[in-house]
């Protein structure tokens, strides 16, 4: 403007001198009012990394020249919430998220929650929807667990039983991990490490609680008339775990916790004023927690092997545990009627011994036992014959375009190095899941064979058309190629018990047949053409 006279206004602060003045000014300075005396200096200030210098330092120099104080005891310093891309939120990129949208869509409780998960001091987070929804999906949870707890409180008085000792392993087993939880979790705490703490909490909340101790209970709710003491112990526990796990929930997701407690409580008249968890000694139970802990190591092995099998939910099976001595035999029988719907079973025999079982039962090992499953329970066998050779003509088909592409010089020559990578990297796989069926199908083979059950075998090799695979049924089979397989005669045991893949090479036909010599025992197979 030209003048040379400038005057400073004497009312207006320089933003970043007004902000350093936060502390305290908030709370009545300059006058010395209750507020201030009470809370100031404060406790802790949780700010991120990058107004350290900005912010942090003025408010500590101007509390020291005008307070005599330092602000605040501690400073906690957090890492910045990037966009997916890992870039800073700018109004120039356009990149920025309006928490305001956040909640009104998923709710602030699943937006605290995923700033807090998976997020240690210090490090930068990157902001993704799918963790926002994840978040809200285990809000979800919490709430129709507790719906599930309350229902069945509903009418029921429930007491606290007189001696701990005398509850159930899946009892004790849940509160003595629970116990674990709140000493951990609040140790990680009292060290601000917040993302730590709230995953262990997430963790029992939802594997410990919702997926196992809930299903667990479920026996013994459903049976209440038989044994009412055996269902007052359940309701009692659920209550205490879920009330216990609420108030751990609390800091993270204040809004459900609110929500659940008072609705589960309601003489109580808030849960932000209730008593914070504690360790107890009489709730730590390692014995109990080690006999779970194995039936949930059996129950991970069945359902693995049940899926491996594609065996549905509704099948049940009888299952023997054949225990390593007579220790863990008596651990298992006293848990096993709380994992009769978990393992999918019809009952379950603990056993030292493998009396009374199959030779073709299913085995499932375990650390200190042996897990075995009647075949018969587990699959139709007609159907599984009837899968496993759709499957295995599948993969034969994907072998063999596979090899072909690569045996042709022009797509290994001319394609580029990440297509020809990547053949090569499913014919490995395709080749590994048939070395994985062929011993199930094999077997299955041996024994519709020895019922007279008509099945599928697969050729493949050298045909009367070149390289190729020749899929034919043993009872008025056709093969893609125009040839018909009527019999195939079993001159000895040995034969009769041959594997179900074979390899062999063609001779040129003559009056209409084919030779096919198998490689292992070059014995002759009989086509004839149509």
């Known amino acids: 403007c030209g003048c040379t006279h400038l005057h400073q206004d004497e009312d207006t602060l320089d ?6 003045l936060w502390p305290f000014s908030t709370l009545g300075w300059p006058e010395k009012t209750p507020e201030l005396e009470y809370f100031y200096p404060t406790d802790v200030l949780v700010t991120g990394y990058d107004i350290i210098f900005f912010w942090v330092i003025r408010m500590v120099f101007s509390a020291l020249e005008q307070t005599d104080q330092v602000p605040f005891h501690h400073v906690l310093i957090h890492g910045l919430v990037r966009d997916s891309q890992g870039r800073k939120m700018s109004k120039s990129l356009g990149n920025g998220i309006d928490p305001l949208e956040v909640i009104d869509k998923y709710g602030a409780d699943a937006l ?4 807090m998960t998976g997020n240690a001091p210090g490090n930068d987070m990157r902001f993704y929807w799918e963790k926002v929804e994840a978040s809200r999906n285990f809000a979800n949870k919490i709430w129709n ?26 009892d004790k087993w849940i509160l003595s991990h629970l116990n674990t939880v709140i000493r951990e979790a609040t140790e990680n705490m009292e060290k601000y490490e917040l993302g730590i703490a709230v995953q262990k909490v997430y963790d029992f909340l939802w594997d410990e609680l919702c997926d196992w101790y809930i299903e667990m209970a479920k026996v ?22 879920l009330t216990e796990g609420l108030k751990l929930l609390h800091p993270y997701m204040p809004f459900i916790t609110e929500e659940i407690y008072c609705t589960l409580l309601p003489e109580e008249e808030s849960i932000m004023i209730s008593e914070w968890p504690v360790y107890r000694e009489e709730r730590n139970f390692p014995d109990a927690e080690k ?27 009888s299952l023997h545990i054949v225990a390593k001595d007579a220790e863990t035999a008596a651990m298992y029988e006293n848990s096993k009627k709380s994992f009769v719907n978990l393992a999918f079973a019809k009952e379950i025999l603990v056993q030292t011994d493998k009396n009374g079982i199959s030779e073709d039962a299913v085995s499932v090992v375990v650390s200190n036992a042996v897990v075995y499953m009647p075949l018969e329970d587990l699959i139709d066998k007609d159907k599984e014959i009837e899968r496993l050779t759709k499957e295995t003509e599948r993969l034969a088909k994907e072998i063999a375009r596979c090899e072909g592409m690569l045996n042709n010089p022009n797509f290994v020559n001319k394609a ?26 094999a077997a299955l ?35 893609p190629r125009g040839f018909k397989v009527f019999t195939i005669q079993a001159e000895n045991e ?23 010599f198998d490689r292992s025992w070059y014995r002759r197979v009989i086509t004839e053409q149509m």
């Open 112 to 115: 605290r929650l995923t700033l």
């Open 494 to 516: 040995e034969e009769h018990m041959h594997p179900f893949l074979w390899r062999f090479w063609t001779k040129t036909p003559a009056k209409g047949r084919m030779h096919i």
């Open 145 to 170: 667990a507790s719906r599930f707890i309350m229902m069945n409180l509903e009418g029921k008085t429930v007491t606290e039983p007189e001696n701990l000792n005398d509850l159930c392993a899946e």
């Open 15 to 20: 933003t970043w001198f007004s902000s350093a």
């Open 220 to 241: 013994r709710l459903w049976k209440a008339e038989e044994d009412p003491k055996a269902a007052n112990d359940a309701l009692w526990t659920l209550r205490t775990a």
């Open 416 to 441: 580029p190095a990440a297509k020809v990578d990547a053949e090569k990297d499913k014919l490995a796989k395709y080749k590994e899941m048939m070395d994985k069926l062929a011993p199930k199908f």
């Open 291 to 317: 006999a779970i802990e194995g039936f949930k190591e059996v129950v991970r092995g069945i359902r693995n092997t049940r899926t491996e099998m594609n065996v549905p939910n509704n099948r049940k099976t």
């Open 445 to 479: 083979q041996r024994e519709a064979r020895a019922k007279g059950l008509p099945v599928m075998v697969v050729f493949e090799g050298w045909g009367a058309s070149g390289k190729g695979t020749m899929i034919s049924r043993l009872i008025q089979p056709l093969d």
